[in-house]
């Protein structure tokens, strides 16, 4: 029985490659196939393919257990980092004039523009280092979710048929996140911007475009410009952790009631708004008494992880 198994492993491990390599030359084939059919240009799509194979360390990472062992306390510290708030702070001040522009116009709050692109890339400096033809073709021929990133391909060339960047500019992360500001290519056909007005979105290279996108972004996905995000809480003791979920939503007035202050003990502001609590280390871990601008920072990635401390950067770079 066992060297059955041994010598069924080894037929794979040898046949594998092989195989691999002759079915993502026919996968090629038939997406370039689908492309042309649907206007991208022959001689584009050729160029893109020209010299592509399966980026190992690509599936490498999309195999990886996504939910990491970290706590919150953990993740904070690392992402609201006493250098990215002081960075966060120099781009405020060297942009102000552009960001209160956008601001203005799209009717978000300068600083959490800043946050999402100090988060996302340092501002700028991790923005991705991979061709993203290379990692999306990767992705949608073996991928786990290979009909997602095979449409993600498909608006990839769109946004080179149009001129937005070239094959060498156009550089991703692993997953396909382009840019400053790491749009996927299907976000960036619905709310990229080109700000500067040089008839490029180009979210790689031109902050304008950078900020105004994701501006848009969150413009469009129903952000309040008169509104905070949320802040830190202090609970009363025997708080019923049931209460702390996304999913409850309650006026100011309810939380007051039942005991929830600001974190220095203060009242809570007497608005008239909606919010609710979140815990995101669970019971005795900080509470958070969020917004709905919370849950738009959500729709850009559904993390309470990621929501939460941009909104935490948010606050500390406009202090
Ligand atoms: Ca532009």
Same mark, same amino acid.
């Given at each position: 029985?066992?060297?059955?198994?041994?010598?069924?492993?080894?037929?794979?491990?040898?046949?594998?490659?092989?195989?691999?390599?002759?079915?993502?030359?026919?996968?090629?084939?038939?997406?370039?196939?689908?492309?042309?059919?649907?206007?991208?240009?022959?001689?584009?799509?050729?160029?893109?393919?020209?010299?592509?194979?399966?980026?190992?360390?690509?599936?490498?990472?999309?195999?990886?257990?996504?939910?990491?062992?970290?706590?919150?306390?953990?993740?904070?510290?690392?992402?609201?980092?006493?250098?990215?708030?002081?960075?966060?702070?120099?781009?405020?001040?060297?942009?102000?004039?552009?960001?209160?522009?956008?601001?203005?116009?799209?009717?978000?709050?300068?600083?959490?523009?800043?946050?999402?692109?100090?988060?996302?890339?340092?501002?700028?400096?991790?923005?991705? #280092?991979?061709? !993203?033809?290379?990692? $999306?073709?990767?992705?949608?021929?073996? *991928?786990? @979710?290979?009909?997602?990133?095979?449409?993600?391909?498909?608006?990839?060339?769109?946004?080179?048929?149009?001129?937005?960047?070239?094959?060498?500019?156009?550089?991703?992360?692993?997953?396909?996140?382009?840019?400053?500001?790491?749009?996927?290519?299907?976000?960036?056909?619905?709310?990229?911007?080109?700000?500067?007005?040089?008839?490029?979105?180009?979210?790689?290279?031109?902050?304008?475009?950078?900020?105004?996108?994701?501006?848009?972004?969150?413009?469009?996905?129903?952000?309040?410009?008169?509104?905070?995000?949320?802040?830190?809480?202090?609970?009363?003791?025997?708080?019923?952790?049931?209460?702390? #979920?996304?999913? !409850?939503?309650?006026? $100011?007035?309810?939380?007051?009631?039942? *005991?929830? @202050?600001?974190?220095?003990?203060?009242?809570?502001?007497?608005?008239?708004?909606?919010?609710?609590?979140?815990?995101?280390?669970?019971?005795?871990?900080?509470?958070?008494?969020?917004?709905?601008?919370?849950?738009?920072?959500?729709?850009?990635?559904?993390?309470?992880?990621?929501?939460?401390?941009?909104?935490?950067?948010?606050?500390?770079?406009?202090?």
């Amino acid at each position: 029985m066992r060297s059955i198994i041994l010598t069924a492993m080894f037929i794979f491990v040898v046949a594998s490659p092989v195989f691999g390599e002759a079915s993502f030359k026919q996968w090629v084939k038939d997406f370039k196939a689908e492309a042309i059919e649907q206007g991208i240009s022959s001689s584009l799509v050729d160029q893109a393919f020209e010299g592509v194979v399966p980026i190992s360390r690509v599936l490498e990472l999309d195999r990886k257990q996504p939910e990491s062992r970290m706590t919150f306390g953990e993740y904070r510290k690392k992402i609201v980092s006493e250098l990215r708030i002081q960075r966060g702070r120099e781009m405020m001040a060297q942009y102000r004039n552009l960001l209160n522009e956008i601001g203005q116009q799209y009717g978000v709050q300068p600083r959490f523009i800043v946050a999402l692109w100090g988060i996302e890339t340092f501002y700028g400096k991790n923005s991705g #280092s991979y061709r !993203i033809v290379d990692a $999306l073709a990767t992705l949608a021929f073996d *991928g786990r @979710r290979s009909q997602y990133f095979r449409t993600e391909l498909l608006n990839a060339f769109r946004i080179l048929q149009d001129g937005h960047t070239s094959l060498d500019s156009m550089k991703s992360s692993w997953a396909g996140a382009m840019g400053q500001c790491q749009f996927m290519p299907s976000s960036f056909l619905r709310l990229a911007v080109d700000h500067d007005g040089d008839g490029r979105k180009d979210i790689w290279n031109t902050p304008a475009d950078v900020f105004a996108s994701a501006a848009n972004y969150l413009s469009q996905s129903g952000w309040r410009g008169k509104q905070i995000w949320g802040r830190r809480a202090h609970l009363p003791e025997g708080f019923n952790v049931k209460q702390a #979920s996304l999913k !409850i939503s309650k006026p $100011l007035q309810h939380w007051q009631n039942i *005991g929830v @202050r600001k974190s220095d003990g203060n009242d809570l502001p007497l608005a008239p708004l909606k919010a609710s609590i979140v815990l995101p280390d669970g019971k005795g871990g900080p509470a958070y008494l969020v917004y709905d601008n919370y849950r738009v920072i959500m729709k850009w990635n559904r993390s309470t992880y990621f929501a939460t401390s941009v909104g935490l950067l948010a606050d500390a770079i406009a202090q």
